[in-house]
């Protein structure tokens, strides 16, 4: 895709996003959406998971339910949509140029992550993504009351490594994270330009 993705040689930590960052959930969360807006006639376009990535599950349900005027009940809508990921999450491949950042600077540099999802789906994809022995933190969605695009979540992470705000560099494919960071006075780069994003085109029942 691009040149080979390196941290910036200015940076004493590091802040990885998971989904769509270390590991590429976001097809399998895409499907897991929308088959779940279905069934309550709600077309979860990719457009629409765009404007959604980054936010926790619980608001997204919330926000479908006021967009579309539906009516369910928006906690058993998350849940619903949270098992069909989980059933289907070991489909996700990790992000090679990532994963390679990531190996190579453990024990080098303080790593935490950053994510949206929940603690337990989190460690869950880092296992998956084969990374799980390199991070001691992770800031999940039940951790902060203000996420993404709010600076909280990587406020949290920079705090847990001891590491100042503007000495973190963070790694994302979301906009509200990539504005999340700035807002936070840290450094980042954007992942999506070193792999090929799935979504959109591989819409399937996997």
Not at 61 to 87: I, P
Request: charged share 25%; with cysteine.
């Amino acid at each position: 895709m691009s040149n080979e993705l390196r941290p910036n040689p200015l940076a004493k930590g590091l802040i990885f996003d998971i989904d769509g960052t270390i590991c590429d959930t976001m097809p399998v969360h895409f499907i897991a959406w929308r088959q779940t807006a279905a069934e309550h006639g709600i077309d979860f376009t990719p457009e629409l998971f765009v404007e959604v990535t980054g936010v926790p599950a619980f608001q997204t349900s919330q926000y479908l339910k006021e967009k579309f005027n539906s009516d369910f009940d928006e906690m058993e809508f998350t849940l619903r949509k949270e098992a069909r990921y989980e059933q289907n999450m070991s489909q996700a491949k990790p992000i090679g140029p990532v994963v390679k950042v990531i190996r190579e600077n453990k024990g080098k540099l303080p790593m935490a992550c950053g994510t949206g999802g929940s603690q337990y789906l989190a460690w869950k994809t880092l296992e998956i993504a084969g990374v799980k022995d390199c991070f001691e933190h992770v800031v999940a969605a039940e951790d902060v009351i203000n996420h993404k695009p709010f600076p909280d979540t990587f406020l949290k992470a920079a705090e847990l490594i001891g590491v100042q705000p503007s000495d973190c560099e963070v790694f994302e494919d979301g906009q509200l994270g990539l504005e999340a960071a700035e807002r936070a006075g840290m450094m980042s780069v954007d992942v999506t330009q070193y792999y090929e994003v799935t979504i959109g085109k591989e819409i399937n029942n996997g």
